[in-house]
């Protein structure tokens, strides 16, 4: 709500001018698709940084300066004030990237790039510019780190599109390290396909090659790739496969092939689904020149062209995509349907998380436990709870429970609690049974009965 000065006065907060000439800048981008804009680095001003504030995670780990949020906002204008002053005088600096590494659940691990606070800040304001114009080229099957998109619309889209589609093919592919090979020298020259101001260029250009301090204190200058986990990273990253793949197989692979095609992508996870052998042929064998031309390489152990037809379901293949297990089947009505499970990956992972969080969570009062574990489940059947994956969630919320009960038994050196107990338990706290939360359009209903 407006403070009372701004409503007397009718001014409007300085935040509020920048959405307003973001939103300027998307109408412009959506109305002329090959127009160039200039002096976008002076849209970088101390509202653009108020509201870049106002959006980043206040919560997330600090970067090299270990500046937290709290601290940054006991003097948040005065801060803002400077960041913004040294880019007026062209003396920003981007700082060293802090590298940590995440367990992927397979023995290997994710780098992840913590920027400074005052980099997060800066680079969500240039988000916020380049989302403003590259979402207005983004294809509709692009889901990933998208405004009002999401994985699970990817799953859903996916699902309903090869339900109702003639396909017959899929073309799994898996894309070697995508964020740490990106091309600096190809994503400046996309990034120019609408843009026309080296301010702005350059300013990206120093969070390509800023420092990235790893673990064991080393400096690495990277040639190559743009730390993922930092704030720009996302949108560069959709701006590179956009350019890359999206486009691409929209204005050429589309076109060459006969039968029906269909591409849906989350980040570098990617799907592509054909109705002829030799139209997914063709486009996995161009797949593979089309990325080398970028610097990019296919993982060809987890690349493959699979079967996938409603006219074969004995022969036909299941295949994995963002979390969940695609194959074909058959409803009780004896209606074609494409059905989906939580994967076993997945699965196990979850399950691993699980077994963690108990033995950090158990020796909190009951209450703050149970209150954490009904937000966990939901968290999770907002995400599985897909039509036809109940047994999955079931699974998942079975093993849980055991997993809980023997950790609360740990809480001390008192009497084991029996399971009739830890039931009573759960049914006090009432705790969140698995739920399918999808709802679907009335013809996809029939074919599910």
């Not at 109408?27 to 002076?42: C, G, I, N, Q, T």
């Not at 074909?328 to 990956?345: F, W």
């Amino acid at each position: 709500m407006k403070s009372l000065k701004e409503t007397l006065t009718g001014r409007a907060r300085p935040e509020q001018l920048v959405q307003t000439s973001l939103k300027n800048i998307a109408r412009k981008a959506k109305r002329e698709k090959k127009y160039r804009f200039r002096d976008l680095y002076r849209q970088i001003n101390y509202g653009a940084l108020k509201l870049a504030w106002l959006e980043i995670n206040k919560k997330a780990a600090a970067g090299v300066d270990k500046i937290t949020a709290a601290e940054f906002e006991k003097n948040l204008e005065e801060n803002l004030q400077t960041i913004l002053k040294s880019l007026k005088e062209k003396r920003y600096h981007a700082k060293l990237v802090r590298r940590k590494y995440i367990d992927k659940g397979n023995g290997k691990k994710r780098p992840l790039g913590i920027p400074a606070l005052k980099d997060k800040i800066v680079q969500r304001a240039v988000t916020d510019i380049l989302e403003a114009i590259f979402e207005q080229d983004f294809i509709e099957n692009s889901y990933g780190y998208r405004p009002n998109k999401s994985a699970k619309e990817a799953v859903i889209n996916l699902s309903e599109e090869l339900n109702f589609g003639q396909y017959n093919y899929i073309v799994e592919a898996d894309i070697k390290g995508f964020f740490d090979n990106i091309d600096h020298d190809w994503l400046i020259k996309m990034l120019e396909q609408r843009i026309d101001d080296q301010q702005l260029i350059r300013l990206i250009k120093k969070w390509l090659k800023a420092g990235i301090l790893e673990e064991d204190n080393q400096i690495v200058y990277p040639k190559f790739g743009t730390p993922q986990g930092g704030i720009i990273s996302p949108v560069l990253a959709n701006i590179y496969l956009h350019f890359v793949l999206d486009n691409w197989f929209e204005k050429v692979i589309r076109e060459i092939t006969e039968g029906d095609t269909h591409f849906s992508r989350y980040a570098d996870d990617y799907i592509t689904a054909f109705r002829y052998r030799k139209d997914a042929e063709y486009f996995y064998s161009k797949m593979q020149e089309r990325v080398n031309k970028f610097g990019l390489k296919l993982s060809l152990e987890k690349s493959s062209i699979i079967l996938f037809s409603r006219f074969k379901k004995q022969g036909s293949k299941r295949f994995e995509f963002l979390g969940f297990e695609f194959s074909r089947s058959t409803s009780l009505r004896g209606k074609d349907i494409i059905k989906r499970r939580t994967s076993r990956k997945k699965l196990r992972k979850s399950i691993k998380n699980f077994r963690n969080w108990c033995k950090m969570m158990r020796n909190q009062k009951l209450k703050t436990l149970f209150k954490k574990l009904n937000a966990k489940l939901r968290g999770y059947y907002n995400y599985y709870g897909l039509i036809g994956n109940y047994d999955s969630l079931e699974e998942f919320f079975n093993i849980s429970l055991k997993i809980l009960y023997k950790w609360l038994n740990r809480r001390s050196q008192r009497k084991r609690m029996n399971w009739d107990k830890f039931e009573e338990i759960i049914g006090w706290y009432n705790v969140c049974k698995p739920k399918i939360v999808e709802k679907i359009n009335r013809q996809l209903r029939l074919n599910f009965a």
